[in-house]
T-cell receptor, first 112, second 115 residues
Framework: EDQVTQSPEALRLQEGESSSLNCSYT??????LFWYRQDPGKGPEFLFT???AGEEKEKERLKATLTKKESFLHITAPKPEDSATYLC?????????????FGQGTRLTINP | DGGITQSPKYLFRKEGQNVTLSCEQN?????MYWYRQDPGQGLRLIYY???????QKGDIAEGYSVSREKKESFPLTVTSAQKNPTAFYLC??????????????FGEGSRLTVL
């Protein structure tokens, strides 16, 4: 069974204080690993897709990396507007083309 | 603009009542999904559909029903058989083919509360 575990559950940083969020996964035949951002009371918004170990993607202050067992979302010099819950999900080959398995998310708070 | 529209945003239900949540998309996506989100938990898949008039159960389909009569629409009915329906419900869509099938577009969500 495919599984995704995110850590920490919550993270509070000062503005400008860089850190990383972790997503550990087990999957049969990784088709893709996805990061989403979710603001309170809203639907998730797609950020990145990573397909193979060693791959990296960047967007503004965010950089996602992937190994064979985990992914990291690095946040460099964050601003208060980066506060959100960040969700990680995997898509495995055996489960079929459409099914994603989500982690429970990391709630990130950036204090000014 | 293209997107997904869910309604209502807030819904209150008495025990024993069925309620239907609407989901409409104009992204021309073939695949559509319903997820449930509870506090501190990840999204759990209720139902998904890859084509009109066809849909598959997800991990927590008991107490829910769906239909897919049009490509643009995928309504979810929460029946009285669902024992703990209070949750945040999210509809999503995606392409059916290609590498970006996991890049879901989500609606704004519907929050259901059972009184």
């Amino acid at each position: 069974e495919d599984q995704v575990t995110q850590s920490p559950e919550a993270l509070r940083l000062q503005e400008g204080e860089s850190s990383s969020l972790n997503c550990s996964y087990t999957v049969s035949g990784l088709r893709g690993l996805f990061w989403y951002r979710q603001d309170p009371g809203k639907g998730p918004e797609f950020l990145f897709t990573l397909y193979s170990a060693g791959e990296e993607k960047e967007k503004e202050r965010l950089k996602a990396t992937l190994t064979k067992k985990e992914s990291f979302l690095h946040i460099t010099a964050p601003k208060p507007e980066d506060s959100a819950t960040y969700l990680c999900a995997v898509q495995g080959g055996i489960q079929g083309a459409q099914k994603l398995v989500f982690g429970q998310g990391t709630r990130l708070t950036i204090n000014p | 603009d293209g997107g997904i529209t869910q309604s209502p945003k807030y819904l209150f239900r008495k025990e024993g009542q069925n309620v239907t949540l609407s989901c409409e998309q104009n992204l021309n996506h073939d695949a559509m999904y319903w997820y449930r989100q509870d506090p501190g938990q990840g999204l759990r898949l209720i139902y998904y559909s890859q084509i009109v008039n066809d849909f598959q159960k997800g991990d927590i389909a008991e107490g829910y029903s769906v239909s897919r009569e049009k490509k643009e629409s995928f309504p979810l009915t929460v029946t009285s058989a669902q024992k703990n329906p209070t949750a945040f419900y999210l509809c999503a869509s995606s392409p059916l083919w290609g590498r970006n099938t996991g890049e879901l577009f989500f609606g704004e969500g519907s929050r259901l509360t059972v009184l």
